[in-house]
């Protein structure tokens, strides 16, 4: 590209994309932003430079060919570019919502040292979902049976990876999900007004179209285990079952009516509609004041999610400053923008509950931050007198989530470490079992979707060496 026409690029100014407004979004569940309009999106695409070497496609965890199809886009090639981008990511409408592109391939965007980085992210969506309602989804040509068959357990973005990656390398795959629907957190946790659902349900057709079996309500450790499935055909099995378990806090008042983790809140809300109750039979105690404790976008979900049940007020509770909120800057935003309060370098010391047991306040003490502990960020520590109390009906925990113990007890030769884990061969997803593969959040504790579609990939690669050779 000559230096005018570079020049001339620099100037477009990135562009906008549509949302709902917060007094009006606050009150449904549908999508916050709308996506850009196909003259927007070219707009913008014309702002990428082309760089002769993109440092943009380092930055992504699956490489995708950024320049390559954004260029698509800007000719106004839509299904094209969502092809190339299709070459390297099997999800990426979802990607295209929920990764951290801000920290990844926008952080290294050229145009970003002078100015606000190409929206990669949001160029992604949009030529995905063009894709998608067009009806131009097609099934890339899968080759012949190749004999060797493949389990995996989870149905998760590692999992629905695996499964994808393997079909088009010709081996018969079949994938094992705990609950009645596949797509992992993608259905369970991340929220409607943030992912609807039926985009990852047409992901998952798609896996499914390709050739990849999907067994439903089928938890793998209770019927079979992982024996079972290697001595009955399968050949070589991925373990991609996510990071389930809920932390707590272990303080008193724990078990009030009204304190729940969020992954039982959002399960509860997202995967089984209880916003929609009683159409949907699952109910939520929505409350009038709600807290939520922890500053990632689990937590983030979670205050939002309860923003949009009606109740009087959310507020989060974090026991660091702003700085160190680990949720994504654009859900923090979008969260004040809805109403919500942070109760900042706070921490709850115990939940109060009336008579009949049910949460009425949570005491909290105020919080001071030391020196930088391990993870680098710095250690909160109590200010000793200074507890008071917050009126609330509703309480969320979100601090994180640890991994389901069921592989590893009933398959105890898969190590894990001491946070149960499952310990892999970072390059080819080996475990110490032969024949068993694993990535995700299983492997890595609650990470990022692209993390997990990126383990996938790399532990496909090496079981289809894996089921060629024979060789562990
Ligand atoms: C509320 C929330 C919000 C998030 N927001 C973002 C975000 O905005 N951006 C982002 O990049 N990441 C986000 N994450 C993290 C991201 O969703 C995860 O890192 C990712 O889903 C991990 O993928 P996975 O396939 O390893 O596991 P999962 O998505 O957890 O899928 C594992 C699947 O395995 C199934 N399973 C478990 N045990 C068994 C068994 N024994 N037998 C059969 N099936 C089993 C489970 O039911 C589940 O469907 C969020 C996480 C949460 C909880
Ligand atoms: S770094 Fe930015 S400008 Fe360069 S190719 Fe990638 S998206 Fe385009």
Redesign the pocket.
Known sequence: MDPKETKERMKIPRQTMPEQYPKERVKNFFEVPTGYAPEQAMEEAKRCIQCKKPLCVGGCPVNIDIPWFIRLVSEGKFVEAARKIKETNALPSV?G????QEDQCEKVCIVGKKGEPVSIGRLERFAADFEREQGEVAIPDIPRWTGKKAAV?????????VAGDLVKKGHKVTM????H???????????EF??PKKIVQSEVEYVKRMGAEIVLN?????LETIDDLLANGYDAVFV?????LPNFMNIPGENLAGVYS??EY?TRVNLMKAYQFPEFDTPVIRGRKVVVVGG???A???ARTALRLCPEEVSIIYRRSREELPA?GE?VHHGEEEGLKFHMLTNPKRFLGDKDGRLKAVECVKMQLGEPDESGRRRPFEVKGSEFCIETDVAII?IG?GA?P??PQTSPDIKVNRWGNILINQETGRTSKKGVFS??????G????????G??RRAADSMHEYLATGVW
Do not use: Q
């Open positions: 990607c919502r929920v990764c951290p357990v989870g149905a998760g973005p590692a999992g629905l990876t094992f999900e705990a609950l629907t596949a797509g992992g957190v993608l259905v369970y946790g991340i929220p943030r992912l089928a938890v793998v450790g209770k991609g079952s996510g990071a389930g969020a992954n959002l990632g976008n689990t983030m979900d979670s994504r859900e979100a989530n389901n069921l592989i990535g995700g959040d299983i492997v890595r609650g990470a990022t979707v692209i993390l997990a579609m383990d996938g």
